[in-house]
T-cell receptor
Framework: GAGVSQSPSNKVTEKGKDVELRCDPI?????LYWYRQSLGQGLEFLIY????????KSGLPSDRFSAERTGGSVSTLTIQRTQQEDSAVYLC?????????????FGSGTQLSVL | KNQVEQSPQSLIILEGKNCTLQ??????????LRWYKQDTGRGPVSLTI?????NTKSNGRYTATLDADTKQSSLHITASQLSDSASYIC??????????FGGGTRLMVKP
C-alpha cells in the first residue's frame, strides 16, 4: 500500500481479554516501530524491529505485551489479559532504514479501549 | 532521563496570523531534532528533520530553528490556515532512530 496501514482502527475489549493489533508497513521498509500514545501524553516507545536482527523490546511495559514481525513485513502487537491502563492509541511506524535522518512514516493508529 | 519539553501546551490563533511553538530538550548526546504534525485521529506526519549542524529548515509555511548550544528549537508557522489546526510534536534523537517525543502543542486556528 501507499502508507502504513493499521487495523483495527478502533477496538473495545473487556478487562482480562487478549487483543491483537496489526501493522502493515510500507513495502520495502526494513524498520518497524510500535508506540503508545495515552491521552494528552507524548508517544511512548514500545518495540522496534530492524531487518532480521533481534527486536529491541526495551519499551514494553510488562510481560503481557509482545510483538512479532513475520517475514520482515507485517507486525502484530499482542496484549494479554488487558487492563484499563492499557487504554491508549497504539501507533505503528516504519522507515526505509536506520540512518540518522531517516524519516518515519506513521499509521493512523488503533484506539484501544479496555472496559 | 532524556526529556523534551514543549510550550505552550495549547494555543488559539486567528486565521492568517503567525505563531511560534517552542521546544527545549535535555537529550544528550544529540543526533537530530524533528517536528511532526498530528491531526486528530491520525498518525504524526514529519515536517522537518535537523541535525546539530543545521540552524534552520523550512517546509512551506513551516520554519524550524535549532540552537544546539542552548538546546532549544522553535517551529514558526506563517500565515496560518484552518488546516494548520493540529498537535505539533517535537522529537529528539540521541542516536539513530531511537526517538524521545515531547508532549506536543495543540494549535487551534479560528476563522
Amino acid at each position: 500500500g501507499a502508507g502504513v496501514s493499521q487495523s483495527p482502527s478502533n477496538k473495545v475489549t473487556e478487562k482480562g481479554k487478549d487483543v491483537e493489533l496489526r501493522c502493515d508497513p510500507i513495502s520495502g521498509h526494513t524498520a518497524l516501530y510500535w508506540y503508545r500514545q495515552s491521552l494528552g501524553q507524548g508517544l511512548e516507545f514500545l518495540i522496534y524491529f530492524q531487518g532480521n536482527s533481534a527486536p529491541d523490546k526495551s519499551g514494553l511495559p510488562s510481560d503481557r505485551f509482545s510483538a512479532e514481525r513475520t517475514g520482515g513485513s507485517v507486525s502484530t502487537l499482542t496484549i494479554q489479559r488487558t487492563q484499563q491502563e492499557d487504554s491508549a492509541v497504539y501507533l505503528c511506524a516504519s522507515s526505509l532504514g536506520v540512518a540518522t535522518n531517516e524519516k518515519l512514516f506513521f499509521g493512523s493508529g488503533t484506539q484501544l479501549s479496555v472496559l | 532521563k532524556n526529556q523534551v519539553e514543549q510550550s505552550p501546551q495549547s494555543l488559539i490563533i486567528l486565521e492568517g496570523k503567525n505563531c511560534t511553538l517552542q521546544c527545549n530538550y535535555t537529550v544528550s548526546p544529540f543526533s537530530n531534532l524533528r517536528w511532526y504534525k498530528q491531526d486528530t485521529g491520525r498518525g504524526p506526519v514529519s515536517l522537518t528533520i535537523m541535525t546539530f549542524s543545521e540552524n534552520t529548515k523550512s517546509n512551506g509555511r513551516y520554519t524550524a530553528t535549532l540552537d544546539a548550544d542552548t538546546k532549544q528549537s522553535s517551529l514558526h508557522i506563517t500565515a496560518s490556515q484552518l488546516s494548520d489546526s493540529a498537535s505539533y510534536i517535537c522529537v529528539v534523537s540521541p542516536a539513530g532512530n531511537m526517538l524521545t517525543f515531547g508532549g506536543g502543542t495543540r494549535l487551534m486556528v479560528k476563522p
